[in-house]
């Protein structure tokens, strides 16, 4: 009986199919793979490779298939063969097996995308004429990305060029005028991977450390190695942001910033505990800028921080610290020779403590968390990176606690701040203590479910400044100390339809000055804001929106009323056809000093879309009008201008 039972179960068994041949690592496109068949002696088996039957590329002999490629051969990519045995009508899928297919140049993977978007514009006049007098503008730009992959390397290559027909829109216009070219390169980068070994060139973006190098990102080159639990890297990049063709490769003596970090993983669990050393040296030569009215002195710096992160196995307890040493110097030049200071050797340091008390807790039927954060900065006076926006002479402590009940969320935070960390006594020192608190309330999602109960948001924060002592030998008295308080009220609701929604928002803060003999200089400002969205039908949705507010200074017993109103649609008129457009109008009025100020501003436009392979092609007519107004008979000023402007554009996308 047993015997019988056995000889049943494989004469009922379907019928099979296995890869003998050509499933393991990448492949070219003409290998012969080869299937072993079992259990098909009715009906017949088909292969397919991205919905492509190939079946009549497979030779069979006895249960063995073997692929005999015609000439186009396995699409390249990663693919899966999709194996069916069809008996009579009905087609039954057997297996599926992966396939990494090569491209004909034995590419893993090959892919060029180019972008370009050209775009003519010309104004007309009043009465929707060519205007004679006026140049039609051409803008383009292009952009080309690839990347290439091949046994353990790989190349990605980004390009981004932009020119302009009008000179003053060039892209270096302001730093060359007329002798900037027309066509010019935006940014570009070119990363290489070979095993662990890369390198970039282009537009870097590097560094993570708080107060020596954070996420600085300029024209240069890099070197590095990266595995599992090491990464290294050496950097040079140009000093200050740059864009053309000049300094392609980031490198100029005397002005670039060079740095070298080294990672570790010093557990086997990523992220366990992990440590990265950085190394950092850069200079900028002195660069006359009179555009902007200054002569940016010469800098040098020299420094080197530590980072250190970690957590514990579930990842509900985080850490994470830095610190950092950095020597900063303005060398003497012919232009600041006689304002030099003496060179700097300053530290900073911040460590960070995150802690899930409470995750995946259930309270009410509902996940409850709570985390809680605290963290401890110190920046020493005359700190400075030139590679990282520090605020010097700051010591900072915080502490912040969140609570997560279902879709509720509440968030509090309380923030310490002191300078004059030396203690100077002839230096004010300054303290500042702020609490805020930001609360959400789904009235409508946790409770009610209906389309006119809101969802609430509340927010609250108070900021204390205020001196610690009068500073000695400073010609300062008891008045000349700042004491402030500010705080801020904000509270909203919006609601949900089903082809609507709306909402209203109230803003309000204040500031309570109690300097001495500044007691009545306090000022209260309030808006209140009210938005609505219809959207009836997925080709129409109209915006609507207008904002009142008050401000009122004490000391000088006056106010100023705000108003603004604004509304944008867009109507989808055919599916090559649409209607865009816009209206805002502000009007500030002072009734104390009878001032004035009225702006008003729209835009129509109709735009029509042809959309031909991979070419784009957009015709559009814009209408645009602003109107301003200004009286403010205590200056003497009043006047009133409207410009009209209408444009016909073209724009040609390929991709």
Not at 31 to 43: C, F, H, R
Not at 148 to 156: G, R
Request: hydrophobic share 35%; charged share 15%.
């Amino acid at each position: 009986m047993c015997l019988l039972s056995l000889f049943c179960f494989f004469w009922n068994q379907g019928p099979t199919v296995n890869l003998v041949d050509g499933g393991q690592g990448w492949i070219s496109k003409d290998y012969p793979l080869q299937l072993n068949v079992s259990n098909s002696t009715e009906g017949h088996w088909a292969f397919l490779v991205q919905q492509i039957d190939i079946s009549d590329q497979f030779i069979q002999s006895d249960s063995l298939f073997t692929f005999q490629p015609a000439s186009l051969g396995l699409p390249p990519g990663e693919t899966e063969l999709v194996c069916y045995f069809a008996q009579a009508d009905s087609w039954q899928e057997v297996a599926r097996f992966p396939l990494k297919v090569l491209t004909p140049r034995g590419f893993k993977q090959a892919d060029v995308q180019p972008n370009l978007e050209v775009t003519v514009l010309h104004g007309l006049d009043r009465t929707g004429q060519f205007n004679q007098n006026e140049e039609t503008q051409i803008s383009g730009r292009g952009l080309i990305t690839s990347q290439h992959s091949w046994a353990d390397q790989e190349l990605k290559i980004q390009v981004q060029v932009q020119g302009e027909s009008v000179q003053a829109k060039a892209l270096r216009f302001s730093e060359l005028a007329d002798d900037a070219p027309q066509i010019d390169l935006v940014d570009y980068q070119i990363h290489y991977q070979n095993g662990g070994f890369f390198t970039e060139l282009g537009h870097l973006n590097f560094g993570n450390h708080r107060h020596l190098m954070q996420v600085f990102n300029q024209r240069g080159f890099q070197l590095g190695y990266q595995r599992e639990r090491i990464q290294l890297a050496l950097t040079n990049v140009y000093a200050t942001p740059i864009a053309g063709y000049n300094h392609f490769f980031g490198w100029q003596d005397g002005h670039h910033i060079q740095a070298a970090s080294l990672g570790f993983e010093l557990l086997a669990r990523k992220g366990g505990l992990r440590l990265d050393l950085l190394g950092l040296r850069g200079e900028k030569s002195e660069t006359p800028a009179f555009d902007v009215g200054e002569v940016r002195e010469s800098e040098k710096n020299q420094g080197y921080g530590i980072m250190i992160q970690a957590t514990n196995p579930n990842n509900r307890i985080r850490m994470k610290g830095t610190w950092s040493q950095s020597r900063y110097e303005n060398p003497a030049t012919p232009f600041w020779q006689n304002t030099i200071e003496p060179a700097q050797t300053k530290q900073a340091y911040w460590v960070q403590a995150q802690g899930d008390l409470l995750q995946g807790h259930m309270l009410a039927n509902q996940p409850f968390s709570l985390s809680v954060e605290t963290s401890f900065e110190q920046v020493d006076p005359l700190y400075r990176s030139l590679a990282s926006f520090t605020q010097s002479d700051r010591r900072t402590v915080q502490a912040s606690l969140q609570t997560v009940w279902g879709l509720f969320s509440w968030q509090n935070r309380y923030q310490k701040i002191r300078d004059n960390l030396d203690d100077i006594p002839s230096i004010l020192t300054t303290h500042t203590r702020r609490w805020d608190s930001q609360l959400s309330l789904p009235i409508r999602d946790l409770w009610l479910q209906k389309a006119f109960m809101p969802n609430l948001m509340v927010g609250w924060q108070q900021t204390h400044q205020f001196g610690a002592e009068i500073p000695i030998n400073g010609d300062f008295n008891q008045s000349h100390i700042p004491d402030q308080v500010l705080g801020q009220f904000q509270w909203g609701l919006q609601w949900q339809g089903a082809k609507w929604s709306a909402g209203y928002q109230y803003n309000g803060d204040s500031t309570d000055n109690r300097q001495l003999g500044r007691e009545q200089a306090d000022f209260q400002n309030a808006v209140h804001n009210f938005n609505l969205t219809l959207f009836p039908n997925p080709k129409f949705q109209l915006s609507l929106n207008a904002t009142r507010g008050r401000s009122r200074n004490d000391e000088l017993m006056s106010h100023d009323t705000t108003q603004n109103y604004g509304s944008q649609w867009q109507w989808t008129i055919r599916p090559w056809l649409s209607w865009t457009g816009q209206f805002q109008t502000n009007r500030q009025e002072n009734p104390n000093e009878g001032s004035l100020t009225c702006f008003e501003s729209g835009m129509s436009q109709i735009s029509s879309q042809i959309q031909r392979s991979h070419w784009r092609f957009q015709l559009y007519l814009q209408y645009q009008i602003q109107k301003n107004e200004q009286n403010n008979p205590q200056f003497g000023l009043a006047f009133e201008n409207e410009d009209r402007q209408w444009t016909l554009g073209l724009t040609t996308t390929y991709q």
